[in-house]
């Protein structure tokens, strides 16, 4: 997909989608098929997690982390675990999502989701797997022990805010006592903003960043983080499922909360600029190292799929 | 539930169930109450996490483990929150497994369920929680960085085993090429076992156990692991389902591969005498301070629920 071409880029070339994602999508890919080859799992599990695992995807959240580490002057090719084990997670929370107890999807990056393919207790099993693999992963990296012990907190603190935000976002519950606006910035930074944060922190420990810099992708990461699934709330009243892959209009029928439904697509796309702004101020302070973590803010705001 | 008198103790008294559960179980007990509450869950997240966890159960895991870290030296009391990660990852374990798509149980410690009593999607969450908060467990360790690693590591590793051996339980798909009791050891030993030697090993990092210590506990781990599973194929034929607090003869009815389903009630018995030895002649090396997991070996091979 080729961007608008009135998107201008930090590195000042019309960006597309590939040369965001392409080197490190290239060396997450290799390493996820890699280390699902190396858990020895029985041949029906196996080809369950190349389902979950290696059908496609933008492999943001790897990309997110490793751009991170980068803009702290890290080395991507050292820490290509802890994105592994981000991937690996998420996965396994699109994988149980999809189940038909929760939001019942059938497709999912135009193919049919894990439990239609595999049935729902391979898809749930599988689901289990990814996380330990994931932190498996982070026990695997060529970093100080005390920064692995880092990357677990941090994942592990991602998970638990996503599935807070799942349960939330299937299951209601919010308190009473916030506004519906606020209701819904809790859900969202629970479901999807918690993880790619923890993203951009991991990065940063993956980078050795000192404290400052580690402010600067965690304010980055909280914008994006947001900003992403209001996006995704875009995308479900205005783009096709052929387009996006998956099931759309999905959040509306089924009478959940979404910017869109609450503000309106006008207001919702203002609080898209608002957040990219903000994520773009946060890394002021970084160099030009941050540039393609920068333009990878542009490119969440903008993505229509 | 007191023992039969004539199974001479390590320790020289008649013991009791409570004799060797008591004191690590209400330390156990006390802290999963409190991680759970420092979770900060929402309320109907948060009640299904206690029924999930706090609703009973001998604890075994965390008394091995801590048993295992008292055989080697260590502390018992430093060593809390990986006890608390082993538990909260058997009731990932137990509240996945029993889901309708799975085992499609009931009943467990005899009161319903967690998807019976709140609902496959809450059950299904939950679950994925406490695998996340397990981790997060280890993190909170006031230990040296590089054993909260090994930590991270084999409580991963284990939990890999535990959904491989549920899979092949669930699923089938056991190599073809394997003997019938070397297919049933391969499901047992991924099922049950690997978690069990998981949380011996997980003690012998916690006490700093040396090389050889830890290969005693190992040794030890592999046999009460398989041990275990094999008690339970017992207790599945010949115990009521009100005494264990599950339904029984479930194995049978399902056509699971079982020990007294193919070797004979005797046979398996037989089996079990055996493994206890095992695990006793492996706790040779050790002194005295390995007395309680002697104990502990001795009621596995005898318990009767």
């Given at each position: 997909m080729i961007l608008a071409p009135d998107v201008t880029m930090t590195t000042g070339h019309t960006m597309h989608e590939s040369d965001l994602f392409s080197e490190p999508a290239a060396l997450v890919e290799a390493a996820l098929t890699k280390a699902i080859e190396a858990a020895n799992l029985p041949a029906h599990l196996r080809e369950a997690a190349d389902w979950g695992v290696l059908g496609?995807?933008?492999?943001l959240r790897p990309t997110l982390m490793l751009m991170s580490c980068r803009a702290v002057g890290g080395t991507i090719e050292t820490s290509i675990p802890a994105a592994v084990a981000l991937e690996l997670t998420h996965c396994f929370s699109l994988i149980h999502d999809d189940l038909p107890a929760l939001d019942?999807?059938?497709?999912r990056r135009g193919q049919p989701t894990l439990h239609v393919k595999a049935g729902e207790a391979m898809a749930i099993l599988a689901g289990d797997l990814m996380i330990s693999l994931a932190f498996q992963q982070l026990t695997q990296?060529?970093?100080e022990p005390s920064i692995a012990c880092s990357l677990v907190s941090e994942l592990a603190g991602g998970t638990t805010s996503m599935v807070i935000g799942q349960t939330y976002d299937t299951l209601g519950g919010l308190p009473?006592?916030?506004e519906p606006r606020e209701q819904l910035q809790l859900v969202h930074r629970n479901k999807t903003g918690a993880l790619l944060r923890a993203a951009c922190r991991m990065g940063g420990f993956c980078g050795n960043a000192d404290e400052s810099s580690m402010e600067c992708l965690t304010a980055y990461g909280d914008a994006v983080g947001l900003m992403f699934q209001v996006v995704d709330d875009l995308l479900d009243v205005t783009q096709t499922a052929e387009h996006i892959g998956k099931a759309t209009n999905k959040d509306h029928d089924m009478g959940k909360l979404t910017y869109p439904g609450l503000l309106g697509v006008e207001e919702s796309r203002r609080v898209v600029k608002e957040l990219e702004q903000r994520a773009i101020d946060a890394l002021e302070?970084?160099?030009?190292?941050a540039d393609p973590l920068r333009d990878l803010g542009r490119f969440m705001a903008i993505r229509t799929k």
């Open positions: 496609g995807g933008k492999r019942n999807d059938a497709l990296l060529p970093v009473g006592s916030l302070p970084l160099g030009p190292e």
